[in-house]
């Protein structure tokens, strides 16, 4: 069965750095565009950052734009998302998605049909 599962959340203090990786497991999703979404309590689902299938276009929400840094490993079918200068505001728990276009519509979360479990990441002040 095609997995999505994501790790290396936890806490943080602000100003610090966090490192998120999702591992497709069950199939490769190999040219398969990612995105990671996140979603703070009693907020809904944001968007993130998207990376298309072969790594050439990447895209971020202005919140997390030139902090956050989206890459992929297709040989590993992992994707990592290094986040740098966190702050409190980034506290939520993060969910890695998958899609096959690598198209327009990668910040909305219901064009991804596949989803990880999520990993909570807290930023204390």
């Known amino acids: 069965q095609a997995q999505l599962v994501e790790s290396g959340g936890g806490l943080a203090q602000a100003g610090g750095s966090l490192r998120l990786s999702c591992a497709a497991s069950g199939r490769t999703f190999a040219g398969y565009a990612r995105g990671w979404f996140r979603q703070a309590p009693g907020k809904e689902r944001e968007f993130v950052a998207a990376i298309s299938g072969n790594g050439f276009n990447i895209n971020y929400a202005d919140s997390v734009k030139g902090r956050f840094t989206l890459s992929r490993d297709n040989a590993k079918n992992t994707v990592f998302l290094q986040m740098n200068s966190l702050k409190p505001e980034d506290t939520a728990v993060y969910y890695c998605?998958?899609?096959?276009?690598?198209?327009?519509?990668?910040?909305?979360?219901?064009?991804?049909?596949?989803w990880g479990q999520g990993t909570q990441v807290t930023v204390s002040s």
């Open positions: 998605a998958s899609r096959s276009s690598s198209g327009g519509g990668y910040y909305r979360a219901v064009d991804y049909p596949y």
